[in-house]
T-cell receptor
Framework: GAVVSQHPSWVICKSGTSVKIECRSL??????MFWYRQFPKQSLMLMAT?????????EQGVEKDKFLINHASLTLSTLTVTSAHPEDSSFYIC??????????FGQGTRLTVV | DQQVKQNSPSLSVQEGRISILNCDYT??????FLWYKKYPAEGPTFLIS?????DKNEDGRFTVFLNKSAKHLSLHIVPSQPGDSAVYFC?????????????FGTGTRLTIIP
């Protein structure tokens, strides 16, 4: 079946550094990928929609300069958390669709900023 | 403004009995609903979905019921098994939301008691 791979699964970084998270669709082409963030005991919050070959669409309240999204190919989208701070520590999940409403999720990335 | 709500943060059910997870939504433009299962530190896994033109969809042990007039859906799992212990998210989508864009509820942690 369709698989979405996310890497790394966990990362610890120092405050002020940048972290890149990759999301790959392994056996299908995804013109649109999505990035979500989950805080403890809270829902998955959509951060942005990543569009291949064009700029990402960010949800209200998400800083586009802080969370850089690049969707350079039909199988890869990247999320870069720039100048990370402890409050950016969270669980980040990407997803991709092969059908309008059936979405496959990556394994998620646990980011800890110290 | 939480457009998709799961009012029970947790639920415990005896193994073999029926588990019923509930979800309410406020936006009448949603026309497709999905349930996802999530283990800690993993991405959500798709379980079952239902279109607004139906009121019931069944897949093995999982049945989703939709009551459009009440803007309410529920997931029934019967019989419940220990492996069903996880967090369950309902999600909603619709044409006006770009189809693939999902709005999630806050989740219900289901614990199956052996």
């Amino acid at each position: 079946g369709a698989v979405v791979s996310q890497h790394p699964s966990w990362v610890i970084c120092k405050s002020g550094t940048s972290v890149k998270i990759e999301c790959r669709s392994l056996d299908f082409q995804a013109t649109t990928m999505f990035w979500y963030r989950q805080f403890p005991k809270q829902s998955l919050m959509l951060m942005a929609t990543s569009n291949e070959g064009s700029k990402a669409t960010y949800e209200q309240g998400v800083e586009k300069d802080k969370f850089l999204i690049n969707h350079a190919s039909l199988t890869l989208s990247t999320l870069t958390v720039t100048s990370a701070h402890p409050e950016d520590s969270s669980f980040y999940i990407c997803s991709a669709s092969i059908h309008p409403v059936v979405t496959f999720f990556g394994q998620g990335t646990r980011l800890t900023v110290v | 403004d939480q457009q998709v709500k799961q009012n029970s943060p947790s639920l415990s059910v005896q193994e073999g009995r029926i588990s019923i997870l509930n979800c309410d939504y406020t936006n009448s433009m949603f026309d497709y609903f999905l349930w996802y299962k999530k283990y800690p530190a993993e991405g959500p896994t798709f379980l079952i979905s239902i279109s607004s033109i139906k009121d019931k969809n069944e897949d093995g042990r999982f049945t989703v019921f939709l009551n459009k007039s009440a803007k309410h859906l529920s997931l029934h799992i019967v019989p419940s098994q220990p492996g069903d212990s996880a967090v369950y998210f309902c999600a909603a989508s619709g044409v006006d939301f770009g189809n693939e864009k999902l709005t999630f509820g806050t989740g219900t942690r289901l614990t199956i008691i052996p």
